[in-house]
């Protein structure tokens, strides 16, 4: 069955129906929840940004044009929620490890990381995307869960397509860094294990 | 070398990031956010509204403004000569008590009205004040 449009259950809301609105929270509260978490790392306070979100799109879904997707627009809400409550509690990751990779380098992590069984590999990146800086572990997860295109990120974050572009770039070399000082111990292993 | 690099590294991290999967909220997750939103939407509906609105009552202040500025500026004389040409006569001699004439029936009638509106106001005033209050 195809997915009905978000734009249906807008008007159904604006209408006088507010319980159109569940359709709209369970569509999106996963990526919400998960956009928030990456910037906060707490999950009650993510829940509680996650909630404060959604009243937020509701109250202002009047103002809402149609101008960008739905989505676009919902984690933008998302995206000033989680920097309001930053500022509040003034708190901010900082990182700041790049380094150059050889090719050889970054097979051996691949490989490294293929041996290593699902869940574990799972916990690894959800512990490494933590490491990042709150924005750009946002970046990521709007890039690659919702295939958001870089010029729909641009509206979410307010910042220019080549400056996503950039970042994008240097937040993968950033998750690359700490993935591979996580797994130095493995990646040693994995070198003992081939030169038997 | 360096783009080959990082494509390499984008490969990498495209591969990784294509098997993770994303969090989930507490399971009450969507009833915890209607129920606020209800209470907001009702909320809404019985706030404080002032019957006269901000812009209403500039309207009439800049009303009145214009009047007063408008009666300083051109002179009195006309309003006096207005005012002696009043006739109170007119006033002082209508009296309709003296020429109305109500029956018993009406009379017992309205002061059988006016004691049970008095009993009324209060009972209904209680009742209002617990309405709200509650």
């Not at chain 1, 202002?60 to 960008?68: H, I, T, V």
Request: aromatic content about 10%; charged content about 25%.
């Amino acid at each position: 069955m195809a997915k009905i449009e978000d734009q249906h259950y807008i008007n159904l809301i604006l209408n006088g129906n507010p319980n159109a609105f569940t359709t709209l929270v369970d569509r999106y509260k996963d990526m919400v929840y998960t956009l928030a978490l990456k910037m906060v790392t707490n999950k009650e306070e993510a829940e509680e940004i996650a909630q404060d979100t959604f009243i937020k799109v509701f109250r202002s879904l009047e103002k809402f044009k149609g101008e960008s997707k739905f989505s676009t627009w919902v984690y933008k809400i998302t995206y000033n929620t989680c920097l309001d409550s930053l500022k509040k509690s003034k708190r901010e990751k900082k990182t700041s490890y790049i380094e150059d990779f050889s090719e050889h380098q970054v097979k051996e992590l691949e490989s490294v990381l293929d041996t290593i069984d699902e869940k574990e590999r799972n916990q690894v990146i959800q512990d490494c995307l933590e490491e990042l800086p709150n924005d750009e572990a946002f970046l990521l997860t709007l890039y690659y869960f919702d295939d958001q295109s870089v010029d729909e990120i641009s509206k979410v974050m307010n910042n220019s397509v080549s400056n996503i572009k950039v970042k994008l770039f240097r937040t993968r070399k950033k998750l690359a860094s700490i993935l591979k000082e996580r797994l130095e111990p493995e990646i040693v292993e994995y070198y003992e294990s081939e030169r038997r | 070398m360096k783009a080959n690099e990082d494509k390499n590294i984008e490969k990498l991290i495209d591969h990784l990031m294509k098997d993770t999967t994303l969090a989930s909220p507490s399971f009450d997750f969507t009833s915890k956010v209607m129920s606020q939103v209800i209470a907001n939407k009702t909320s809404a509906a019985t706030t404080y509204q002032p019957l006269i609105s901000k812009q209403t009552f500039i309207a009439i202040f800049i009303g009145l403004a214009v009047l007063i500025a408008y009666v300083l500026w051109n002179g009195t004389a006309a309003s006096n000569n207005r005012l002696l040409h009043l006739n109170y006569n007119l006033l002082t001699n209508f009296n309709p008590i003296k020429t109305w004439q109500f029956s018993t029936i009406t009379t017992y009638t309205v002061v059988l009205t006016t004691i049970m509106l008095c009993i009324q106001i209060p009972l209904l005033k209680n009742y209002y004040d617990s309405k709200f209050e509650a």
